[in-house]
């Protein structure tokens, strides 16, 4: 289809929009901005203001991007807008107890084991939230300040109520409103999983010592303590624990707060202190059980959420993002409607698979890795040692984590739509 037609095709005036995104955050405003790079009317309905979300504060919250959801931002001309992105260079995985420091069976992945270059990269939150809406706004994208009450949907699209009391009629609606999506409590998805009775503290640092772009996985009995490298002596903490125990550690002085991180973090950085506001997350697996309904599919946190331990939940919205993009814009292409249900089910088939492989995985982990069992410590830590002793496996393990193995969308690969 040349560009009028595609134009024609899609600016039929039964419709608001083509497509209402329900849900600004990181995944909503990505989607946005590719479907509207690719020539698709979007709204984005959202009901932070959008002079909140490009706030420029620093509040300490930091994601660790995977080569390929760097590449679905480079797709989008997002990734070299960024600031102060800090290359993960190195990454080791130990596993120890708090005050007693790391087994010496450790797991140690070096970015120079692949072509790629580095392993991922560490992005700030205020930064990425600023700069895809700048691009969004710049690609045309309706943004409104406001949310989704109600929809309906027919044979022909999808009357959605906003809260204000508007109504917009569009052929498609995206979930991109969270682990408790409204969209999807709407029409009737449920979802499966479980809580783990933990807590992710999540706080960043600034410390003596350069962190010379290594990010540290370490295991101990009440959770995984991630330490990720960000520009300047800096570094992001993602540390867990019992749920109990982490309500009595946010309570605490900044002063003791540190103190009992201490013991968790070691030395190896010098001097450490808070840089940031301290933030907590309860941790729990949840997956929707299905990604799609009637003109309606769900993306990011909507329809699954998976343990931190391998930093890849917005990784896993960014692939959603890319694989959704990609199956509409293709359905567009060919003529066909994009919210009919074998449109829709293609998107459903392509991430469900890969999206239920990652929760089984990142929920192994934290189940092998958080116990203080010595006979399964002994194992793990024998895994580790035998893992880190073989490059072939070793490098097979680092392609996986930097997104690239599978059946990855365009975006994905750093290929327009």
């Known amino acids: 289809m040349d560009n009028d037609a595609w134009a024609g095709a899609y600016a039929d005036m039964d419709h608001d929009a083509n497509i209402l995104i329900a849900g600004g955050g990181l995944n909503g405003t990505a989607l946005a901005l590719a479907l509207a790079s690719a020539g698709f009317r979007v709204m984005l309905v959202e009901p932070r203001s959008r002079a909140e ?67 991922g990269y560490m992005v700030e939150d205020r930064h990425l939230r600023s700069e895809l809406l700048n691009a969004a706004e710049d690609a045309g994208v309706t943004q409104m300040d406001d949310r989704v009450i109600e929809h309906h949907a027919d044979s022909a699209g999808v009357q959605a109520t906003l809260g204000s009391g508007e109504t917009r009629r569009v052929r498609l609606l995206v979930g991109c409103d969270g682990q408790n999506s409204p969209t999807a409590r709407r029409v009737g998805i449920r979802r499966m999983g479980w809580s783990y009775g933990q807590t992710a503290l999540v706080c960043t640092i600034a410390h003596e010592r350069s962190h010379q772009g290594i990010a540290h996985q370490f295991f101990i009995p009440a959770g995984p303590l991630a330490i990720l490298p960000l520009s300047g002596n800096r570094s992001s903490i993602v540390w867990t624990e ?92 060919r003529g066909e409607d994009i919210g009919r249900p074998e449109v829709l089910k293609r998107y459903e088939r392509w991430r469900r698979f890969d999206t239920m492989a990652l929760a089984a995985a990142t929920d192994g982990f934290n189940r092998l890795f958080s116990n203080d069992v010595g006979l399964l410590r002994g194992l793990r830590d024998v895994g580790l040692g035998l893992t880190n002793a073989i490059p072939g496996l070793r490098r097979a393990l680092i392609r996986e984590a930097a997104g690239l193995t599978g059946d990855l969308p365009r975006l994905s690969r750093g290929k327009r739509l």
């Not at 931002?73 to 596993?95: C, F, H, N, Y």
């Not at 749920?243 to 946010?250: I, S, Y």
């Open 53 to 119: 979300r490009k706030a420029d504060d620093f509040d300490g919250r930091s994601y660790a991007f995977a080569i390929s959801s760097m590449r679905v931002l480079e797709a989008l001309g997002v990734w070299s807008r960024l600031k102060d992105v800090q290359p993960i260079l190195r990454i080791k995985v130990t596993d120890g107890r708090p005050g007693e420091g790391a087994s010496p069976l450790m797991l140690t992945f070096d970015h120079g084991e692949i072509e790629e270059g580095p392993m």
């Open 242 to 333: 019992r749920a109990g125990r982490a309500e009595t550690v946010q309570a605490m002085s900044e002063s003791a707060y540190l103190d009992e991180l201490r013991p968790r973090f070691g030395s190896f950085l010098g001097e450490v202190s808070l840089a940031g506001r301290r933030f907590t997350y309860p941790l729990l697996l949840s997956i929707a059980e299905r990604f799609i309904a009637d003109r309606v599919a769900l993306v990011g946190d909507a329809a699954h959420v998976v343990h931190p331990l391998a930093g890849q939940g917005l990784n896993a919205g960014l692939k959603d993002v890319a694989a959704l993009a990609e199956v509409i814009t293709d359905a567009a292409r």
